[in-house]
């Protein structure tokens, strides 16, 4: 949790209103998620917070009915590892256990409004073996730096996205991607341009597509930008989280989470994944 400790070390009055954010979030899920109090959940949490998670009801009552599970269960532990702020919006990067046998590697991300949360979006996934470059889905650079540069890095990483993976068009990847460091961890990528194509060459012999239809969210602060976005892997509907970390305009390292998208059926809610 040195992540948290860094960012509660000043009062929220000395900080930007990004970093009150974050600072409010890395709180709040001390506070509630981990400390396993339901009476704190009324002190982070907008009544009516908006749940994109299909498996939870919209409203507070169900936020608290998530913080008293957790603490029921005695196995619940969070690892924080990245925490990117972009105005209201707050984007955690983490590695659960206590959801099942298995740990899991997931996105958060929250949307701040007065001082409290007042919605939440998420994507998770089983933690996988290490990758063919020996990497796993959540080491790697951590440092935030070149905040003069997130604008321009949020539009690079859209464009990129638009282009090479919504309209499939042909790009020199080494306009986006760095030939010289390409640090890769999804799970069955091997690192390096060479890495990423021989990915994409083995989905076309096994007729497996990747498409992305839309990119919901662009959230970047410094170096590092998220994105979220949906689509399709084969014939299934797929969302598809997605963090870049740049250096002098150009993508030097990703991870990503990839999950299914819920059915109609599955969903406890109608704000829908996005």
């Given at each position: 949790?040195?992540?948290?400790?860094?960012?509660?070390?000043?009062?929220?009055?000395?900080?930007?209103d990004?970093?009150?954010?974050?600072a409010?979030?890395?709180?709040?899920l001390?506070?509630?998620?981990?400390?396993?109090?339901?009476?704190a959940?009324?002190?982070?949490?907008?009544?009516?917070?908006?749940?994109h998670?299909?498996?939870?009801?919209?409203?507070?009552?169900?936020?608290?009915?998530?913080?008293?599970?957790?603490?029921?269960?005695?196995?619940?532990?969070?690892?924080?590892?990245?925490?990117?702020?972009d105005?209201?919006?707050?984007?955690?990067?983490?590695r659960?256990?206590?959801?099942?046998?298995?740990?899991?590697?997931?996105?958060?991300v929250?949307?701040?409004?007065?001082?409290?949360?007042?919605e939440?979006?998420d994507n998770?996934?089983?933690?996988?073996?290490?990758?063919?470059?020996?990497?796993?889905q959540?080491?790697?650079?951590?440092?935030?730096?070149?905040?003069?540069?997130t604008?321009?890095?949020?539009?690079?990483?859209?464009?990129?996205?638009?282009?090479?993976?919504?309209?499939?068009?042909?790009?020199?990847?080494?306009d986006?991607?760095?030939?010289?460091?390409?640090?890769?961890h999804?799970p069955?990528?091997?690192?390096g341009?060479?890495?990423?194509?021989?990915?994409?060459?083995?989905?076309?012999?096994?007729?497996i597509?990747?498409n992305?239809?839309?990119?919901?969210?662009?959230?970047?602060?410094?170096?590092?930008?998220?994105?979220?976005?949906?689509?399709?892997?084969?014939?299934?509907?797929?969302?598809?989280?997605?963090?870049?970390?740049?250096e002098?305009?150009?993508?030097?390292?990703?991870?990503?989470?990839?999950?299914?998208?819920?059915?109609?059926?599955?969903?406890?809610?109608?704000?829908?994944?996005?």
């Amino acid at each position: 949790m040195a992540t948290a400790a860094i960012a509660l070390a000043l009062p929220f009055a000395a900080l930007a209103d990004s970093d009150q954010n974050k600072a409010l979030v890395l709180e709040a899920l001390q506070n509630t998620l981990l400390a396993g109090d339901v009476d704190a959940v009324d002190d982070y949490f907008a009544t009516d917070i908006i749940q994109h998670n299909p498996m939870f009801d919209n409203g507070i009552e169900a936020q608290k009915g998530v913080v008293g599970f957790l603490a029921g269960s005695g196995d619940f532990k969070a690892d924080y590892i990245r925490v990117i702020a972009d105005d209201d919006i707050v984007a955690v990067h983490a590695r659960y256990e206590g959801f099942g046998e298995t740990p899991m590697i997931a996105f958060d991300v929250f949307r701040v409004e007065d001082g409290k949360i007042a919605e939440h979006w998420d994507n998770l996934i089983e933690e996988q073996p290490l990758n063919p470059s020996g990497r796993s889905q959540i080491d790697g650079a951590t440092e935030i730096t070149d905040l003069d540069q997130t604008e321009a890095n949020k539009a690079l990483v859209e464009e990129f996205l638009t282009k090479s993976m919504i309209d499939h068009a042909e790009i020199n990847l080494t306009d986006y991607i760095s030939p010289v460091t390409y640090l890769q961890h999804n799970p069955m990528v091997a690192d390096g341009l060479e890495g990423f194509g021989a990915f994409m060459a083995e989905m076309a012999q096994k007729d497996i597509s990747m498409n992305y239809a839309q990119v919901h969210q662009v959230i970047g602060e410094g170096n590092f930008v998220l994105t979220l976005s949906e689509g399709t892997l084969g014939d299934e509907p797929t969302a598809f989280y997605d963090l870049f970390r740049l250096e002098d305009g150009l993508i030097v390292e990703h991870w990503d989470v990839i999950a299914p998208m819920p059915g109609p059926d599955a969903a406890h809610n109608e704000a829908g994944k996005f």
